[in-house]
């Protein structure tokens, strides 16, 4: 459950934060920022039309008068309260294991429509299921392969009904699991100058900060291939922030852009602050400087050591081509 969600919430962030439409989706897209790759209108965006159903178990078998319902908790979670949306009604799921509670409230029913399910399912003129106009629901299972349940009585679906399955949360209830797969991406321990495991980088081009941070590791995962960037021309004033999580003696940072020539800084400010909050610049260089100093793409911004947690690194200049890091890192001298 809690990787299931994770994937979708990643579907969010690359979907609607990052690349701000669902209707032109690309053929590819990098794991750890959700950019685009490849064609970059390959086809609409994989649909999460089902996770409410998912995450209930829900569907029904209209014909057979059999419901499927088995919810899942994710870790963090202790109950479930959401809607449910079916072919032929809505309504809502309420799993309060604590309570021993498992019931369906029917909110909207809608009567049979032959014609469209003919069309749906059947060629023209043959005999297809039938369509009855009430739903009436005798059995439940947790899916297709487990023994379904009859009820004690018929259960007719209509606005306002409850059917209470309480009595079979044992057989139809999924037991909530710990186990969570971390998505985060972590640089190695191998990567030069000082430890980077606790490191995150973030900027001020995106609003939301969780979403800069997964943008931001593409800059500390150990591959030069990889990269953080403005994704844009450089603007003065864009920046990145590296927070590395405690308070180090700081000498010297390396911007290491080697595979993406040109894309440094046009001129740069550095500050460093101890809390996130006080900031005390530490280095400066012109756009002049700047392109002297960068030695096969590689940037190195040398100054007075300073024991700092956090380090603000700002273009003072602005140029067509994208601002890239390929590899931060840091060093005590």
Known sequence: MDDGLETIR??????????????DQSLCYDASSGRKGGLPTYMTCPTTWFVLNALGGTSIDVPNGRLYVSPRLASAQTEMHIPVYLSRFWGTLDYVPAKNKLTLTISKVFGANAELQNALYHLPGAKGDSAPETVTIRSVAANGDAQPIT??????????????????????????RTDIVNFEVRAPLNRPGLPATKWTVTDNLHDNPQLASIIG????????????????GLQAGDAFTLDMGAAQKVARLVLDDAKFPGDFPQGYKVEASKDGN???????????????????????????????????????????????????????Q
């Open 10 to 23: 990643r579907l969010y962030f690359s979907i609607w934060e990052e690349n701000n439409s669902p209707w």
């Open 151 to 176: 009820l004690a009585a018929p259960f007719t679906v209509k606005e306002g009904a409850v059917l209470d399955l309480s009595s079979q949360i044992g057989r139809l209830a999924i037991p909530k």
């Open 217 to 232: 590791q593409d800059a500390l995962d150990g591959n030069p291939e990889s990269r953080w960037t403005t994704g844009r």
């Open 278 to 332: 006080a900031w005390s610049t530490v280095a400066e260089a012109t756009p002049e400087a700047t392109v002297a100093a960068v030695k096969g793409g590689v940037l190195t911004i040398g100054f007075t050591p300073v024991e700092a947690r956090f380090f603000r690194v700002t273009s003072t200049g602005e140029h067509s081509l994208w601002w890239s890091v390929a590899e931060i890192a840091a060093y005590a």
